[in-house]
């Protein structure tokens, strides 16, 4: 399975933008799928928002503004990001959880925020 990314781009602060993130092959509910970002000049990348069997969980900063959702009959997974703040740009990139092989990344796409 592949991941590639879509739908980042620059916005003003306020503004929203949805992310998507679909796989080259079956995704599953019961594996967990979540959305990661690296700030400019960050090293980790940082847990935004993850699912798994319909439950999802956020990060404390993107909590009321961010949703993330997945349609699996169409492989692809989405982050509707709303209200957005410069503190929000970043790379973002999914990944996929496959219990067989381990962590599967997509490339990233870059979100920028200006005030």
């Known amino acids: 399975v592949q991941l590639v990314e879509s739908g980042g781009g620059s916005v003003q602060t306020g503004g929203s933008l949805r992310l998507s993130c679909t796989a080259s092959?079956?995704?599953?509910?019961?594996?967990?799928m979540g959305w990661y970002r690296q700030a400019p000049g960050k090293q980790d990348r940082e847990l935004v928002a993850i699912t798994r069997a319909g439950d999802t969980a956020y990060v404390d900063s993107v909590k009321g503004r961010f949703t993330v959702s997945r349609d699996n009959a169409k492989s692809t997974m989405y982050l509707q990001m709303s209200s957005l703040k410069p503190e929000d740009t970043a790379v973002y990139y999914c990944?996929?959880?496959?219990?067989?092989?381990?962590?599967?990344w997509g490339q990233g796409t870059q979100v920028t925020v200006s005030s």
């Open positions: 092959g079956s995704i599953f509910s019961q594996n967990l």
């Open positions: 990944k996929y959880v496959d219990p067989s092989v381990g962590d599967l």
